[in-house]
T-cell receptor
């Protein structure tokens, strides 16, 4: 298994659908992240979990609901999305940010390309 | 003012030349700085990080940091067509925080 795996790779959904994105990391990390990448915009941090606890919610609308059942798995539940939510959603993991020697390196998955119709 | 600013490019350089990628940031309290490379259709991968003023070299890559000017750059020596990608500058406000702020990236094209 590669380091950070995201499924599905592509998702098309209507505005009334409920779907979920899944991320799994096999690197032994304790921090996991959701980022949104839209064309012509910088990578936008959405949520951060450290040891399963949410440490960052970057003013994300409630139609995006994260879930982190353990340090290896991260979900993003999607409900009543808007067309402007269409983007590439990237999951990443890192070492514990409070650990000595933390370098700030994020390991990204390949992303889930979301299209909202 | 954007927190992390980069010229979107494309920056076109011939093979073998030095490519210079620049980034400015607005938060004076920023402590750690990162360069990620993202090939088209792929996820970002870390190239280098730098914490202290000055230069840091790793192979063909050199990161330069000037905190007084709030400026960080990446030099790529002997550029190769395989270096063609988007280079993302990222800034962290502390040494042990988990909030990495990215720029929009500079697209680099190295032509044979």
């Amino acid at each position: 298994e590669t380091g950070v795996t995201q499924t599905p790779r592509h998702l098309v959904m209507g505005m009334t659908n409920k779907k979920s994105l899944k991320c799994e990391q096999h690197l032994g990390h304790n921090a996991m992240y959701w980022y949104k990448q839209s064309a012509k915009k910088p990578l936008e941090l959405m949520f951060v979990y450290n040891f399963k606890e949410q440490t960052e919610n970057n003013s994300v609308p409630s139609r995006f609901s994260p879930e982190c059942p353990n340090s290896s798995h991260l979900f993003l539940h999607l409900h009543t999305l808007q067309p402007e939510d269409s983007a590439l959603y990237l999951c990443a993991s890192s070492q514990d940010t409070k650990r000595a020697g933390y370098t700030g390196e994020l390991f990204f998955g390949e992303g889930s390309r979301l299209t909202v119709l | 003012q954007k927190e992390v600013e980069q010229n979107s490019g494309p920056l076109s350089v011939p093979e073998g030349a030095i490519a210079s990628l620049n980034c400015t940031y607005s938060d004076r309290g920023s402590q750690s700085f990162f360069w990620y490379r993202q090939y088209s259709g792929k996820s970002p991968e870390l190239i280098m990080f730098i914490y202290s003023n000055g230069d840091k070299e790793d192979g063909r890559f050199t990161a330069q940091l000037n905190k007084a000017s709030q400026y960080v750059s990446l030099l790529i020596r002997d550029s190769q067509p395989s270096d063609s990608a988007t280079y993302l500058c990222a800034v962290n406000r502390g040494y042990n925080t988990d909030k990495l702020i990215f720029g929009t990236g500079t697209r680099l094209q190295v032509f044979p």
